[in-house]
């Protein structure tokens, strides 16, 4: 098998220096999952990546780059070395889309981004080899190493694109490359931050900056911004597909009935009739398969391969994993939701809980962050929401106070203020028969209930909580 990279390549994509003739395999920037052959990026965040240069050299990374010298490590030691290595990450992402003959599907939203790109992944891998980022790798680090990452003989490539603050997603676009893109919702997810939801659509619109010519945008048809979406698409001279319920999507959600592990749905696109078999319910996994079959269709794909490709699709961890826990007495279900929240990814998985058969439904919910002014309005907003699918809510965090003072007091389980001081609240609640949601933004850190709920599984040990087939 050919190399990622030769350190003739390494040196032309990046202008940088280095005197050993290495061959890469991958490119890491964790030195905990980084695996030998690999070349190892020196990037600075929290903290710097140049402090762990000596262990991945140890663990068997063949070089790594760096822009400083790096402690502990023998001048002549194999080093790659750039003025910046964020921007050599930048650089070697460039190389590897300019070099590529793959197709490119660029996928952003305020919601849905991470299933929809793992939706494309199995779609398009029955179609050819496809590569795309193995977690939510969408933003200034996440998007380049994903494109250093790509292998040569990749058909196709699915990134996705996020962004925090306005501005972010366009250059994202730029050095992706898309031949189709996709925008799955218009939330409000870091409205805090950008001010309101119609410049939350420009931005994510944004992604059409990089759209190669002759390229196809796939837009969200229910959205009350698709009139201006379809604006930033004519201006970007992009053919477009919109997807969704209303009848005026050229490919329509015609039908979806769920039930408590699986969910069908019925589409219809240019008069042809097509079935989705997926293995988890909720009404948003629907509408993100037919994101994903219609940039795929857009892309030339054959769509009726690609939504048998889906048969079966299940999400992962923290994006609502069905884990099943052995209790005294009986079994209780946990529905993994931890990962991040939006009111709407909310209100999503409330309508999972729903069509979980339990003696009781139990919600726990952790605050919603980048909100800004808006904050304690929209969290309780959602509480008629969540007393509708609830018997028992649990909460924390100052903003999640506002919803569960709104709630019913028959409904109202405890308030915390972190999600550690909650955790063994909702432990000890727990009782054979129930089903149990947890939520929550990442800041919010609400995968410790999901651990401590876990830690109650009989079967636990060496093997962890069972999760469901």
Known sequence: MSALWTAAELRS????????????????????????????????????????VAEALARGAVAAMVDHDPPGVPADAPLLRVPDTLAGLRALGAAARARSGARFIGVTGSVGKTTTKEMLRAACSALGPTHAAAASYNNHWGVPLTLARLPRDAAFAIIEIGMNSRGEIAPLSRLARPHVVVITTIGTSHIGRLGSQAAIAEEKADILAGLEP????????????LPRLLERAKDARAKVLTFGESARAEIQLTDYVAEPERGTARLLMDGLPLSVHLGAPGMHLALNACAAIAAVHAMGGDAVVAAEALSGFDVGAGRGARVRLALPGGEALLLDDSYNASAASIRAALSVLRVQPASRRIVV???????????????????????????LVYACGPLMRHLFEALPQGKRGAHAPDSAALAPMVAAALRPGDAVVVKGSLGSRMALVVEALKALDGKAGAQGAGVVP
């Open 13 to 52: 994509a990046t202008g940088g220096t280095l005197a050993f003739e290495i061959a890469a395999s991958g490119v890491s920037i964790d030195t905990r999952s980084l695996q030998p052959g690999d070349l190892f990026v020196a990037l600075r965040d929290a903290r710097d990546g140049h402090d762990f």
């Open 214 to 225: 002759g390229g196809a945008a796939v837009l969200p048809a229910d959205t009350p911004f």
């Open 365 to 391: 919910l952790g605050d919603m962050l980048e909100l800004g002014a808006g904050g304690p309005a929209m969290h309780a907003e959602l509480a008629p929401d969540v007393a509708a699918a609830a018997d």
